[in-house]
């Protein structure tokens, strides 16, 4: 079995290693995270972030309350989406634009095979959590 948060990558490994080491290793913990224990873990670990720390538990949100793939949930953090409620704002068209613009910086396809009807299940998904 992969490790939930073996998804992350190289930048994330202080945060990993830290999460892991508390005991915080499923999406499910860590969405669960607040702010003020955010806080207390970067005075426990220099070499975390608050930023990488709040990234992580955006990802875990959008896994558990979208149910969606970490991969999934990956990509729309990268295209500019941080939350569930910003993406209820969008509609399908403008998602698959940010999709698509990170793609081009990237130089490549993601490997997500993301499509029309997908991405209103993500968004109606989203409305229905607000």
Known sequence: MIDDLDILPANFRHE???LKRNNLNNWESIRNLNDLQISHFLQNKSLC???RFKKIRAIALFII?????PHQAYLLLHAGISSIKALSRLDPHSLKQKIERLERIMGAKTQSNVNQKLLKDWIKRSKDLN
């Open 49 to 51: 972030t608050e930023s």
């Open 16 to 18: 990993k290693e830290f």
């Open 65 to 69: 309350e979208l149910k969606i793939s």
